[in-house]
């Protein structure tokens, strides 16, 4: 195996990280090593991760969010990515799909330090993504009922997610979200304000996870 199949970073035990890369072209593995290159190095100034997720960088945090292009519609054109933080999900996403540039992205951060990483992070890869510097409440309306995917991981609970992210959608669009295992609870929560379609997956990279595709979100009258 090169060093190009097998990034310096991962462990040589990490097969769930080295699996998932393998999928995709070698252009498309060396930017996502340039990425997590910059990401460690910035990291030594700022938290844009916890800590202790680092050595496991390939799988926690690429590979996770590497998961949800088997869930994304395959003829996406506009993906919104909601608290991209240090570019999870959707910054990876945009990195795999750099050879696709047909496929915009949309990462919306309204931290500056997080934002100014995912700038540098977007230069270096060369990703077709743009960072969206605001609050998610704001930035929605400019792009109202346009976006295929909208994807959020680790932001804030289901119900919350669906006020957020439901503008966004298109009409045949899916809200893509990383969730853990409360993910039955928060659905039940959701459904008291919210009718839609949704179809769980186990996550390929946490046994105590999935993958939640949404759609038809649309808000319940109150009698």
């Known amino acids: 195996m090169s060093s190009v199949d097998r990034p310096a970073a991962a462990r040589p035990d990490d097969a769930v990280a ?3 890369l393998s999928r995709f072209e070698e252009e498309a ?3 996502l090593q340039r990425f997590v290159t910059s990401l460690r190095e910035w990291q030594r100034a ?3 991760v916890a800590r202790s997720t ?3 960088i390939w799988t926690r945090h690429v590979a996770d969010s590497l998961q949800l292009l088997d869930h994304a519609l395959g003829d996406f054109h506009e993906w919104v990515d909601l608290g991209s933080g240090a570019g999870f999900p959707g910054l990876v996403v945009a990195i795999a799909c750099k050879a696709e540039p047909e496929r915009h992205f949309t990462l919306v951060e309204s931290n500056g ?3 100014a990483f995912l700038r540098t992070a ?3 890869t060369g990703a077709h993504a743009r960072v969206a510097a605001e609050r998610i409440e704001v930035h929605a309306g400019g792009m109202s009922g346009r976006a295929d995917v909208v994807s959020a991981r680790a932001l804030a609970p289901l119900p919350k997610l669906l006020e957020l992210g439901s503008p966004y959608l298109a009409k045949e669009g899916v809200m893509l979200l990383l969730k853990g295992q409360h993910a039955v609870q928060e659905i039940e929560q959701a459904s008291q304000s919210f009718a839609f379609d949704v179809v769980a997956s186990p996550s390929a990279t946490d046994s105590s996870g999935c993958v939640l595709a949404i759609r038809n979100v649309r808000p319940k009258v109150r009698p």
Do not use: P, S, T
């Open 29 to 31: 593995r060396r930017d």
């Open 54 to 56: 680092l050595d496991d």
């Open 122 to 124: 977007i230069r270096e």
């Open 113 to 115: 330090k997080k934002a």
């Open 46 to 48: 700022h938290n844009l």
């Open 18 to 20: 080295r699996a998932v």
